[in-house]
């Protein structure tokens, strides 16, 4: 279509048939008895079009199974209603963010800002920012980019990686990679930054996640299976899995971080088990799964991930899981209980629970908060790990439903303005002090402190057509539509509704321009969402009791 930035592509090519829950054929251990379960790919039209039909006007066959996922022109020519202009203003400008290696793209860099004063690292290609610039471009029919980037940040991980005296896991991911031309010698070098340079000087952890969700996302979309297969593949995988799965003196499933590991890399009070590294972690184990060879090394990983994946599940759900029968059960909690029958397992103090809490949990509703571990609950609302949650299946089908409901009840505070807040509240006065140490940048409703992040949308997209809610999708690219383009595209907002641009707020961040192309690309098409969402396997079901959010 021209004027779009689309190219037209045919639908020819099938997504790959591998399927992410055939466990049977991956295990390939006769004591191990595994039910295979659909893949996204082999759902029927009645069961993913569920509640869609009344969100989107001008829907049809809203899956269908032998559907390549690369037919997004055809797809915007099918519906009755033109492009809006805002996708070619985002096409152009995610074009220009493009980064290329000896004449080859290899991602696209964080911000194209030429108002800011100090260009920072927002001139390099992060792994985690690169994640909707390679699904626009995947939902477009142009793989190479995605690629060669997949490709690139593997022979990254593989150099030695040192901070100060100390040397990093040999699997760690690079947090993101600047390309430097030499005009004068016509040649391109690369320089990678695996933590020693960001601040506080922490390593990311959602960076080696990001890369397997990706591949997978390669695989499914492209239908080529032979990059994933390389040996190269294999072994950045089990790199990666082998810092996350090796034995410790955890007493939980969950993974233990630092504070700044992720999306969120300034000090906002995560270390411990945040949500956010928790769900990408099932999403990636879940991912790697579909994709180890069942050689004597792959296969040793892909029986570890099957125990974790149990294990992280029953976890989650159970200790995480927040809605209104919980709160209750929490706030008559009693404590010091010195036993295996214990109910109040992490010895959680009734009276830390904050105020706020109670108001902002529906009767109808809940959501995964933000961190458990021994006497402390972080009852904090993260966006993109309730997001994950829902697409890697880590939250039950009525788990994801409560955490839309509970969007939808609390839309005034999570959407308001500008989709969507990073998390909520904001930390303020002695708790902001405390908890960021006075930063700055993190102020009350600002930055990863309550802001909106444009980003967020595409994954609110995806988990509304998840659960069949496309209509809030639509009310939230609507919001964006109304203010993105106009405010050239900032990074995030700020503000307790998010109708100020953010006071150091990036211009024409790439991952902002991506986001809204993906969410846009997703409820245009939503078979694109074979990609990215895992379905649920109800092997890894544990019997929960149900809560009143489940049942009203």
């Known amino acids: 279509m021209e004027g779009t930035g689309l190219r037209n592509v045919s639908s020819h090519c099938s997504i790959s048939e591998m399927d992410d829950f055939d466990l049977s054929k991956l295990l390939d251990k006769p004591r191990i008895n595994i039910e295979r379960q659909r893949s996204f790919d082999e759902r029927s039209l009645s069961e993913l079009s569920i509640g869609l039909s009344r969100g989107l006007d001008n829907y049809e066959n809203a899956y269908s199974p032998g559907r390549s996922g690369l037919d997004t022109p055809a797809s915007s020519a099918r519906n009755s209603f033109e492009p809006h202009p805002m996708v070619a203003e985002a096409w152009d400008a995610l074009r220009r963010s493009m980064v290329h290696f000896r004449g080859q793209p290899v991602g696209t860099i964080a911000a194209v800002d030429h108002a800011a004063e100090e260009v920072l690292n927002y001139d390099q290609v992060f792994v985690r920012d690169f994640v909707p610039s390679a699904l626009a471009f995947l939902m477009n029919g142009e793989p190479d980019i995605v690629k060669n980037f997949l490709l690139k940040t593997l022979q990254l991980q593989g150099w030695e990686k040192r901070v100060d005296r100390f040397k990093l896991g040999e699997g760690v991911m690079p947090a993101s990679f600047k390309v430097l031309h030499d005009p004068v010698r016509k040649t391109d070098t690369i320089m990678a930054d695996f933590g020693e340079s960001a601040i506080g000087r922490v390593a990311p952890v959602d960076s080696g996640f990001w890369w397997i969700i990706l591949l997978r996302a390669y695989t499914k979309s492209t239908g080529d299976?032979?990059?994933?297969?390389?040996?190269?593949?294999?072994?950045?995988?089990?790199?990666?899995?082998?810092?996350?799965?090796?034995?410790?003196?955890?007493?939980?499933?969950?993974?233990?971080?630092?504070?700044?590991?992720?999306?969120?890399?300034?000090?906002?009070?995560?270390?411990?088990?945040?949500?956010?590294?928790?769900?990408?972690?099932?999403?990636?184990?879940?991912?790697?799964?579909?994709?180890?060879?069942?050689?004597?090394?792959?296969?040793?990983?892909?029986?570890?991930?099957?125990?974790?994946?149990?294990?992280?599940?029953?976890?989650?759900?159970?200790?995480?899981?927040?809605?209104?029968?919980?709160?209750?059960?929490?706030?008559?909690?009693?404590?010091?209980?010195?036993?295996?029958?214990?109910?109040?397992?992490?010895?959680?103090?009734?009276?830390?629970?904050?105020?706020?809490?109670?108001?902002?949990?529906?009767?109808?509703?809940?959501?995964?908060?933000?961190?458990?571990?021994?006497?402390?609950?972080?009852?904090?609302?993260?966006?993109?790990?309730?997001?994950?949650?829902?697409?890697?299946?880590?939250?039950?089908?009525?788990?994801?439903?409560?955490?839309?409901?509970?969007?939808?009840?609390?839309?005034?505070?999570?959407?308001?303005?500008?989709?969507?807040?990073?998390?909520?509240?904001?930390?303020?006065?002695?708790?902001?002090?405390?908890?960021?140490?006075?930063?700055?940048?993190?102020?009350?409703?600002?930055?990863?402190?309550?802001?909106?992040?444009?980003?967020?949308?595409?994954?609110?997209?995806?988990?509304?057509?998840?659960?069949?809610?496309?209509?809030?999708?639509?009310?939230?690219?609507?919001?964006?539509?109304?203010?993105?383009?106009?405010?050239?595209?900032?990074?995030?907002?700020?503000?307790?509704?998010?109708?100020?641009?953010?006071?150091?707020?990036?211009?024409?961040?790439?991952?902002?321009?991506?986001?809204?192309?993906?969410?846009?690309?997703?409820?245009?098409?939503?078979?694109?969402?074979?990609?990215?969402?895992?379905?649920?396997?109800?092997?890894?079901?544990?019997?929960?009791?149900?809560?009143?959010?489940?049942?009203?």
């Open 225 to 552: 299976v032979s990059l994933a297969e390389t040996p190269e593949c294999q072994r950045g995988m089990r790199l990666i899995l082998s810092l996350c799965l090796s034995e410790g003196f955890d007493t939980f499933p969950t993974l233990l971080c630092a504070d700044g590991c992720s999306m969120i890399d300034r000090r906002m009070g995560i270390y411990g088990y945040p949500i956010e590294i928790q769900a990408l972690f099932f999403m990636a184990l879940r991912s790697a799964l579909a994709m180890l060879k069942h050689d004597t090394e792959g296969g040793e990983f892909v029986e570890r991930i099957v125990k974790r994946l149990h294990a992280l599940s029953y976890h989650m759900r159970s200790y995480f899981w927040l809605d209104f029968q919980q709160l209750n059960d929490i706030y008559r909690y009693k404590t010091e209980e010195y036993s295996h029958t214990a109910v109040n397992k992490f010895n959680v103090i009734p009276d830390s629970i904050p105020d706020w809490v109670f108001e902002f949990v529906p009767k109808r509703g809940g959501y995964f908060i933000g961190n458990v571990s021994p006497a402390r609950m972080d009852f904090r609302w993260f966006a993109l790990g309730n997001c994950i949650a829902i697409l890697s299946s880590l939250a039950t089908p009525e788990q994801a439903s409560a955490i839309m409901d509970l969007i939808e009840a609390r839309w005034d505070e999570l959407v308001a303005e500008m989709p969507l807040k990073i998390s909520y509240p904001a930390l303020e006065n002695h708790d902001w002090r405390l908890i960021t140490g006075c930063d700055p940048k993190n102020t009350r409703w600002s930055y990863h402190n309550g802001g909106s992040w444009p980003v967020l949308l595409w994954l609110l997209t995806a988990a509304c057509i998840k659960t069949g809610r496309p209509q809030i999708a639509r009310r939230a690219i609507d919001l964006a539509e109304s203010r993105l383009s106009k405010d050239s595209w900032p990074e995030y907002y700020d503000g307790t509704v998010g109708r100020y641009i953010g006071k150091q707020a990036r211009k024409y961040q790439t991952w902002s321009i991506a986001g809204y192309l993906v969410a846009k690309m997703l409820l245009e098409d939503p078979s694109h969402l074979g990609m990215i969402a895992l379905e649920e396997d109800k092997q890894m079901k544990p019997v929960i009791k149900r809560s009143a959010s489940w049942t009203c």
